[in-house]
């Protein structure tokens, strides 16, 4: 039986750290950080885990020590935000051309300056290419259920890549809402034990991690990890359906709400996607087909899938919370188009920045971007491609 | 979204009216509704006016935005009313709920021409008596309860008896007191 509870997204993540107690966190313990290791941190004191917990200087110590923990052979997890994910970043590209499946939660922030402490996606889009795997989750029961995947995903050998757990700061981090918790054996069933086939402890089979890697060898090795992130999708959906058989709840690559008959969509990440799918609730009770699509898995991106899904629609609104600063449209956007590039012709797409550094997301935003995406349909005529959603100009 | 009950909660930084709300969604929750408990995080000060909101209901809410059209508001401390428009986007059918010593009618003159129910309880009497300090939250959650009819009055007091007995596990002395001050507010509410 699962266990009802109520929680924070944070607490959420921090039961599920504890629920697999790995063998190192390393983290930064304040902010820009989360309260994820402060929470963790209590169960390493209590007792509760067998964790050793490396409280570092910095965000970039946090992650070259859970990269040299990895490399050394230990399941290891961190959690930052923001400022913090971008202190990480010469550490995220070396963790992931390393192999190793560091799990790493995510609490979506706003990158400073302007100093924000607030929700936006500008965190971990800036390390979308980063050669990790992206998770990103609506509610904090996503954002528990996709931590205990992500270390599935990630040990899974025809993967090796560390993964991003992200979901959304303060809306999904601080709020307390319902959820359903695992039992910590089937949580500890459902991981296994960390059996690395290679690592720098084995002293029988003795390997190098990071030498030079020059002219000779580095493309081959960048293939190789391109090839990992291309083999995630099939992982990621594997790990899918033990999870639903364990819960009951289910995974994809992403969510599909009201798509079967859908003229027009939008299709957005995180925790907007609910507040959103109560006014397709609400246009679906005037008649109107409206649908969307909200993305688990950004990295790898499903293009195939996510075509297919939107196939149908005459009119595509792509919601991003960060810019891209282009001058063309944001991440999400770009993806999306150059998918549907040379597979469907005939939709028509839009873009709308919205939320940044916080801004509240009503359901009448959203309602807005249904109403566009209408006009779109019934005139055939796109005025703006590249737009912003509730921003005073 | 008419089952779904939406609180917006109006205090200033230590007042604990974040933690007000996070008890009322426990309180809540432990009779078998969905919650949502959430505060508006701004710059963290003592004294600063700050923002928590409540949705509780029998399905699942999806809708993650603020709350600007809520069906109960409550006022931890009355000195926002003026500087903080209170009663914005409240609903006529709603209530407002205010701690002070004054009389609801009191209190209508300086809320803008609001229709709605106006509830008044003191809870800084209430809570000295009871707590020797000045907490407004207890008496300020049992008031909320009071109005909204959101749960059982008697489920209620039993729950946070269980619920103070775990939060306050290393005080136990401060567990009485603190459900005096709520079985107090529930009887002393104003207005209703």
């Known amino acids: ?393 | 979204m008419s089952k779904v009950v939406e609180i917006r909660w109006h205090g200033r930084g230590g007042q604990g009216a974040k933690t007000a709300s996070l008890l009322l969604a426990d309180a809540a929750f432990n009779t078998g509704k969905y919650i949502q408990g959430f505060p508006e995080y701004g710059p963290e000060r003592m004294g600063a006016p700050i923002t928590a909101y409540n949705r509780i209901s029998d399905e699942r809410v999806t809708v993650h935005s603020n709350i600007y059209e809520p069906n109960y508001v409550v006022v931890v401390d009355e000195t926002l009313i003026g500087s903080v428009d209170v009663t914005a986007g409240l609903q006529e059918n709603g209530a407002i709920i205010v701690n002070t010593q004054k009389s609801p009618e009191q209190i209508r003159e300086k809320l803008n021409g609001y229709q709605g129910k106006i509830c008044t309880v003191d809870a800084r009497t209430i809570s000295i008596d009871a707590l020797g300090k000045y907490f407004p939250n207890t008496p300020m959650l049992a008031a909320v309860v009071k109005v909204s009819r959101i749960m059982d009055e008697n489920a209620f007091v039993k729950d946070m008896e269980e619920s103070f007995a775990h939060k306050f596990a290393s005080k136990p002395q401060v567990i009485e007191g603190n459900m005096q001050a709520l079985k107090r507010a529930l009887t002393e509410v104003k207005g209703l």
């Open chain 1, 1 to 393: 039986m699962a266990i009802r509870d109520r929680l924070s997204g944070n607490e959420a993540v921090a039961v599920a750290m504890k629920q697999v107690n790995p063998d190192v966190v390393a983290a930064f313990p304040i902010t820009p950080s989360t309260e994820i290791p402060q929470y963790f941190s209590s169960f390493v004191a209590d007792g509760k885990v067998d964790t050793e917990f490396v409280p570092v200087e910095s965000e970039h110590s946090a992650m070259s020590a859970c990269i040299g923990a990895q490399a050394a052979g230990a399941r290891t997890m961190t959690a930052t935000s923001a400022n913090g994910l971008a202190l990480m970043w010469e550490m995220l590209y070396i963790a992931a051309s390393c192999k190793l499946p560091i799990a790493l939660s995510v609490v979506n922030r706003a990158l400073s300056g302007p100093i924000n402490i607030h929700n936006d996606h500008s965190d971990s889009m800036g390390a979308r290419d980063s050669g990790w795997v992206q998770l990103y989750g609506e509610t904090n029961q996503e954002a528990y259920d996709n931590l205990i995947q992500a270390v599935k995903i990630g040990e899974h050998p025809d993967v090796l890549l560390p993964v991003m757990n992200c979901y959304d700061g303060f809306i999904t981090s601080h709020a307390v809402e319902n959820i359903e918790l695992i039992e910590d054996e089937k949580v500890k069933a459902f991981v296994g034990d960390y059996k690395p086939e290679h690592y720098l402890n084995d002293k029988e089979n003795p390997i190098a991690v990071g030498p030079l890697d020059l002219q000779n060898h580095y493309f081959e090795h960048k293939r190789q990890q391109a090839e990992s992130m291309m083999k995630a999708k099939k992982v990621i959906l594997e790990v899918a359906e033990e999870f639903e058989k364990l819960t009951g709840r289910k995974y994809g690559l992403f969510e599909e709400y009201k798509m079967e008959d859908a003229e027009v969509a939008i299709v957005v990440i995180n925790s907007t996607a609910g507040t959103a799918k109560y006014v397709v609730d609400q246009l679906r009770e005037k008649g109107v087909k409206a649908g969307l699509i909200k993305i688990r898995v950004y990295r790898p991106f499903p293009v195939d899938e996510i075509t297919a899904a939107l196939s149908k629609c005459k009119a595509i609104a792509v919601m991003d919370k960060a810019d891209s600063f282009n001058a063309a449209g944001g991440p999400l956007f770009t993806d999306i188009t150059s998918a549907l590039y040379g597979r469907v012709d005939g939709i028509k797409v839009i873009n709308y920045i919205y939320g940044l550094g916080g801004r509240d997301v009503r359901t009448d935003d959203i309602a807005f971007v249904y109403d566009a995406l209408l006009e779109i349909v019934k005139t055939g005529e796109i005025k703006s491609v590249y737009n912003y959603l509730g921003v005073r100009e």
